[in-house]
C-alpha cells in the first residue's frame, strides 16, 4: 500500500485540490479495489468525507455505469474512478461535471501505473506544456498527420473545443483523467481521409500494426494483427463506433509506453486518435464505446505549420 499511497497522494492533494470536509466519491470495480483503498486512504487523510463505491466489471469504454453511481456522482463534490473500464465518455460523468463535480477517470488503471512513471510526474510541469500545446490548437481549421510506419490523415477541427487534460482538476466541473498529460479535440464529423497505423497500443499492447482507413470520417477498413478483437469490440457498440471521435497528443514527459493505453496515450512524442463517443467533448456522436490508439514519431502539420515533427513538439 505504501507506493500505492504516494501516487494517491498525488492524486488527491496535488490534481484535486481535496479539501476538509468534501465529500470524496471512489468508484471502482473489483480489479481495482486495492487502488481504490489507496485513494480513500489519501483522501481521509486531507480530511475528506470519503466513501467508496465497488460496482460490477462492465464490458467496454464507454458504456454507461449503473444508475446508483451515476446519482452517487451527482452528489459528490470529488469523484476518482479507478476502473477496469472507462467511464468518461458516459452521460453520467458528463452529468456531473456539468453540475460542478470535480472528476478524475483512472480506466485500466494498474498497481505499476498508480506508483511509478506518469502519474508521479509534476504536474505543474505537465500543466504548462499542455496549455502550450493546447494554444497552438486554438482556431485551427485543419490537422495533418504523417509517420514513417504509414499513417497519412487529414481532418478539420474548425470550431471544436480543444480540450487540455493538465492533470490540476481543483475548478468546480473540471475533469480528466489519471495519470494526465494530453491535448485533446474532437474532429469535425464526416472530415477525416486518410488512413493511422497504430504502432503503440490499442486496447493492448500493437504486436504489429494496426490499419485504419477513414472516408469521409468513418473507419471504413481496420485491418492488422488485433484487429478482428477492435472490429469485434466496435460492432457490439452498434453503427456509430467506427466515427473517428478524437485527436489527441501525449504531454507527460514521465509516461511511458507499456501496453496500457491510460498511460500510453499521454506519453511526450505519441499521438492519439479514437473511434466512437465524442459527445461529452465537443463532438456530435453518442456510440457507447470510445477506443484509443497510439501512433508514435508523427509529425503534426495544423493549418500546414509544423506542431510536431517525427515526434519531436516545436512548442
Avoid: W
Avoid at 499513417?151 to 470550431?159: Q, R
Avoid at 497528443?249 to 506519453?267: Q, S, Y
Amino acid at each position: 500500500m505504501t507506493g500505492l499511497l504516494k501516487g494517491a497522494r498525488v492524486a488527491v492533494r496535488t490534481c484535486m485540490g481535496v479539501k476538509r470536509g468534501e465529500r470524496v466519491l471512489v468508484v471502482t470495480d473489483p480489479p481495482r479495489l486495492t487502488i481504490a483503498r489507496s485513494l480513500l486512504e489519501a483522501a481521509r487523510e486531507a480530511g475528506a468525507n470519503a466513501i467508496l463505491l465497488c460496482m460490477p466489471v462492465g464490458k467496454r469504454h464507454g458504456e454507461e455505469p449503473p444508475k446508483l453511481v451515476g446519482v452517487a456522482m451527482l452528489s459528490s463534490d470529488v469523484v476518482l474512478a479507478p476502473t477496469t473500464y472507462s467511464i468518461s465518455h458516459t452521460q453520467a460523468r458528463l452529468r456531473a461535471t456539468r453540475s460542478g463535480v470535480r472528476i478524475a477517470t483512472m480506466p485500466m488503471i494498474t498497481e505499476d501505473i498508480m506508483s511509478s512513471g506518469a502519474m508521479l510526474a509534476d504536474y505543474r510541469e505537465v500543466s504548462r506544456l499542455t496549455e502550450k500545446v493546447a494554444a497552438e490548437l486554438r482556431g485551427v481549421k485543419t490537422v495533418e498527420i504523417t509517420t514513417g510506419a504509414g499513417t497519412e490523415l487529414v481532418f478539420s477541427i474548425a470550431g471544436r473545443r480543444i480540450c487540455p487534460d493538465t492533470g490540476i482538476y481543483r475548478r468546480p466541473g473540471d475533469f480528466g483523467n489519471l495519470p494526465a498529460g494530453e491535448v485533446a479535440v474532437a474532429p469535425v464529423e464526416g472530415t477525416a481521409e486518410g488512413q493511422v497505423v497504430i504502432d503503440g497500443s490499442m486496447m493492448d499492447r500493437v504486436h504489429g500494426k494496426i490499419k485504419i482507413s477513414f472516408k469521409h470520417g468513418v473507419a471504413k477498413k481496420i485491418s492488422g494483427k488485433g484487429a478482428s478483437k477492435l472490429i469485434r469490440v466496435l460492432d457490439s457498440a452498434g453503427p456509430f463506433s467506427r466515427n473517428l471521435a478524437e485527436f489527441g497528443i501525449g504531454t507527460n514527459p514521465k509516461a511511458r509506453l507499456i501496453g496500457n493505453v491510460l498511460e500510453d496515450e499521454k506519453v511526450l512524442g505519441t499521438c492519439h486518435i479514437a473511434l466512437g463517443d465524442n459527445s461529452t467533448f465537443g463532438g456530435k456522436v453518442k456510440a457507447g464505446v470510445h477506443v484509443d490508439g497510439i501512433f508514435t514519431k508523427p509529425t503534426v502539420r495544423l493549418d500546414g505549420k509544423i506542431l510536431m515533427e517525427n515526434g519531436r513538439l516545436m512548442v
